[in-house]
């Protein structure tokens, strides 16, 4: 099962930066793109699995606390953007032509119900930075205004945002929990456009990239075959199109294959 082709190859761009970084503020750390950071648009759909994948791998290791993940995130962020927060949150993808914004029920802080813009766009711009005119990053992508801001070099996201989101996947994927929150609970809005020219083209827009990681989720979870597979060494969940596969590497499978050995070995001793 391939989203990409699902959704007939035409997907309206997301942007990552070449290079993440922590940045300290009073109310928490937040992953922003670097000063010298380039950013690059691409389709997240191509690598829609994977990406899942890696996110709830992350979020079993930090709900099992096996490892400080912090690191990682950055190297997840450089691989495929930020969430995307800011702009899907809101319930008018266009909300920088109104006053005020209307927030739903969210696991990320902010009190449902009206909030001013300002007051809004500050949780992702600590260092009070908004795009210029010549920030245009997301209408190069097909996007609204507002994703201007979300593309641009000051936009930040909490740190334990990105954590806690990709703890939520995994305790979704692993225990079938879906309560108000989870992804398989909460609403996204899936648009699309027209594309102009001789060969019109029916174009997605995803609303961030956690929708695209909650679209997968779900969509793995409704499979007839495993998507994703839980490695039987290590337990890490991994992405193999393989219907075979049972190791996220050949180190795993050589570790299991040594060790049942053994175990043999001790029964006929």
């Given at each position: ?16 930066y070449s290079r993440y970084e922590f940045?300290?503020?009073?109310d928490g750390v937040r992953v922003m ?237």
């Amino acid at each position: 099962m391939n989203l990409n082709e699902q959704y007939a190859g035409a997907c309206a761009s997301w942007v990552r930066y070449s290079r993440y970084e922590f940045r300290q503020f009073p109310d928490g750390v937040r992953v922003m793109p670097a000063a010298d950071a380039v950013p690059l648009l691409y389709n997240p759909l191509e690598t829609a699995w994977e990406m899942l994948a890696e996110a709830m791998e992350l979020g079993r290791q930090r709900r099992q606390d096996l490892a400080d993940i912090d690191e990682a995130v950055l190297r997840f962020a450089e691989r495929y953007g930020l969430l995307g927060i800011a702009a899907d949150l809101p319930s008018d993808p266009d909300f920088l032509r109104s006053r005020e914004i209307l927030l739903p029920e969210n696991s990320y802080g902010f009190t449902p119900g009206t909030i001013p813009v300002g007051e809004y766009l500050d949780r992702f711009f600590p260092e009070g930075i908004l795009p210029g005119p010549e920030d245009t990053l997301g209408t190069a992508a097909g996007r609204e205004e507002s994703y201007n801001l979300v593309f641009s070099r000051g936009y930040g996201e909490r740190l334990s945002w990105i954590k806690d989101y990709f703890a939520g996947l995994e305790r979704v994927y692993s225990h079938r929990d879906s309560d108000s929150s989870s992804p398989l609970t909460r609403p996204h809005t899936l648009r699309y456009q027209v594309t102009s020219g001789v060969q019109p083209r029916l174009q997605w827009i995803f609303p961030s990239l956690e929708s695209v990681l909650d679209l997968a989720l779900a969509q793995s979870l409704c499979a007839e075959e495993p998507v994703l597979r839980v490695c039987k060494n290590c337990g890490k969940i991994y992405y193999n199109p393989h219907a075979r596969s049972e190791f996220c590497s050949v180190r795993c499978r050589n570790q299991y294959n040594v060790r049942a050995w053994r175990s043999r070995q001790r029964e006929n001793v």
